[in-house]
């Protein structure tokens, strides 16, 4: 047996799959302050399920994982300072294993252990309906309990529960803007965290919360959520990548968040044969025969989850917690299925030009509350095998006018693949100067190298000319049925691995987002089938194709060298 010597980093769980595997929690090691644990045991073990018959206490009616992480986030303790080391919880656990009842439960054990007087504790749920049943579970727990209701003082109408002693309140709230207002918590409690990556100004509350972090009085944040039912996005992606690097050992010395996720490893999610196989479901299911009956979990993915490949994407990120990636989807492009399988590592655009021999640049352009998106393929010299690479452009009305979708859209901006700029006139600049590298490292056709949607073109077919870029270099691309041909021929080149691109979170966003639909006698992606989700880049990728199966040969090059060595930034 190989035994650990290495000094891990604070809340480092390298063995999280072992513990998952062997029945434990996946959470490191966290002393604890053995008395104040017990104290907070006895009073959360004496709390009763108001939803079930009987009203089971919690001593059996939760799980041993939930108990862990309580004493964790409540009772941990430096064994030299004395001072407390959680400060932040993140718990990513499946669906219907209890998480909002135990975390009501938690709150009012953390209400009744707080000794400061007159603070504010926050229970947060990201809908009206998730915030009114959390504070239903915590008032049911207290009306069955005559002790309880001479400790507490419940306000049904304003959805607050006081302890008497101290006058500390426990405020159930709906997340908004509004939430904090002056005073910091001393405790957030906040339920499905993945619904709040959907909520453009999401990170700015959180922010606001955590700002008692840095005073003497320091405010504790616990985040309990199962996994998004889309591709992760604004802080629900930032957390859930902090809380991962943290268990793995890469956040940091003393970091202050203890991260507590029940999911299977990476690779085993994009197995799709190993998480079908219902014998591996109850690894990450905690309350499998406590709230979770699993014949009920295998009749309701038999009957409702399998029905299509949609209906499987969401079930499995609901109940198994399988990340949403671009593999699945009932009438996706048929190109996603294989997407994933057709990375090239590394792949920029620089790599792109320096491995090619040719290349086309496609573009489907915006408005000013919507993206524009350019897309190069270039066929690779040593195989022909194509190379793709896309980069878009948004103007700050997008981020009002989709306010939806304006958090994966920050996301693709820090990630350097999306251009925030000011006007119309700009964004052109930009997207014409990155088809001058391409020309000036002599790797477009004279004839259709670049293709253009030639709906709302003007600024950027202006910006070409000031470059001399125009006809015949510049061909506008018929849209529809017109590029069936590069419908068909795309998942081809990826199932064969004849198309790769650099596994760009964009591209990947856009590709995820496409839908298909019968056109004639073939199936093709279309923006009215995708409806409002944003397949630009990928549209930009269509018109790239469609240029270059026409099999071109590049015009005379210039010497390359000379031109990497003074690259043009993307702006």
């Known amino acids: 047996m190989l035994v650990r010597t290495e000094v891990l980093p604070r809340f480092a769980c390298p063995d999280w799959w072992e513990k998952i595997q062997s029945g434990e929690t996946p959470m490191a090691d966290v002393p604890l302050n053995e008395k104040k644990a017990a104290k907070v045991l006895a009073f959360f073990n004496r709390l009763r399920l108001p939803d079930v018959s009987g009203n089971p206490p919690m001593s059996i009616a939760c799980g041993d994982w939930f108990k862990d992480l309580l004493c964790a986030f409540l009772a941990s303790e430096d064994p030299e300072t004395h001072r407390e080391l959680v400060w932040e919880l993140l718990c990513m656990v499946p669906k219907k294993n209890s998480k909002s009842t135990y975390v009501a439960a938690l709150a009012l054990t953390a209400l009744y252990m ?83 990556g959907k909520k453009a100004k999401a990170l700015k509350v959180m922010q606001q919360i955590r700002g008692g972090g840095i005073t003497m009085q320091r405010g504790k944040v616990l985040m309990i959520t199962t996994q998004s039912d889309e591709t992760p996005a604004g802080i629900w992606k930032s957390e859930l990548e902090k809380a991962r690097k943290i268990r793995d050992g890469q956040g ?33 299911l905690p309350n499998l025969g406590l709230s979770i009956d699993e014949q009920a979990l295998e009749d ?45 590592p590394d792949l920029t655009l620089d790599t792109l030009l320096e491995q090619s021999e040719v290349c086309t640049i ?159 006698n073939n199936y093709m992606v279309t923006k009215e089938a995708s409806g409002s989700a944003k397949i630009d880049p990928l549209m930009a990728l269509l018109d790239a194709a469609m240029l270059m199966l026409n099999n071109p040969e590049a015009a005379p090059r210039k010497n390359i060298n000379d031109f990497l060595a003074n690259p043009v930034m993307v702006v």
């Open 252 to 284: 940091g010395k003393s970091p202050i968040m203890l991260p507590i996720l029940y999911e299977f490893p990476e690779a085993m999610q994009r197995e799709k044969t190993y998480w079908r196989d219902k014998r591996n479901w109850p690894l990450i």
């Open 362 to 520: 496609g573009v489907d352009w915006g408005g000013a509350d919507d993206l524009a998106a350019l897309a190069v393929i270039g066929r690779r010299k040593t195989d022909k095998v194509w190379l793709a690479w896309a980069h878009a452009w948004a103007r700050p009305s997008v981020f009002e006018q989709r306010e939806k979708i304006s958090p994966q859209l920050r996301d693709f901006e820090a990630a350097g693949h999306l251009s925030v700029v000011q006007t119309g006139e700009q964004q052109a600049a930009a997207a014409a100067e990155i088809c001058a590298r391409v020309r000036d490292a002599g790797l477009l056709p004279e004839v259709a190298g670049i293709g253009l949607d030639s709906a709302g073109i003007a600024l950027f077919f202006d910006a070409l000319a000031e470059l001399e870029m125009e006809d015949p270099l510049v061909q506008a691309v018929k849209q529809g049925w017109a590029l069936q041909t590069a419908h068909q021929t795309l998942p081809l080149k990826l199932e064969s691995k004849r198309l790769l691109h650099g596994n760009q979170p964009l591209l990947n966003w856009a590709v995820g987002n496409a839908k298909q639909e019968l056109v004639r």
């Open 300 to 344: 309701d993915y038999d009957n409702n989850g399998r029905v299509s490949k949609e209906a499987e994407q969401i079930w499995a990120s609901q109940h198994l917690n399988i990340e949403i990636g671009v593999g699945l989807g009932g009438s996706s492009w048929s190109g996603a299925t294989h997407w994933e399988d057709a990375v090239c």
């Open 114 to 196: 707080e000794e400061a007087p007159n603070r504010q504790m926050l229970l947060v749920g990201p809908s009206q309906n998730i915030s009114e049943r959390l504070f239903g579970q915590a008032q049911g727990m207290i009306n069955l309990d005559e002790k309880l209701k001479s400790i507490f003082k419940v306000q049904e109408h304003l959805k607050t529960i006081t302890r008497l002693k101290t006058g500390t309140a426990l405020d159930v709230k709906t997340f908004d803007t509004s939430i904090v207002t002056g005073e910091i918590p001393v405790l957030t409690i906040v339920d499905e965290l993945h619904e709040l």
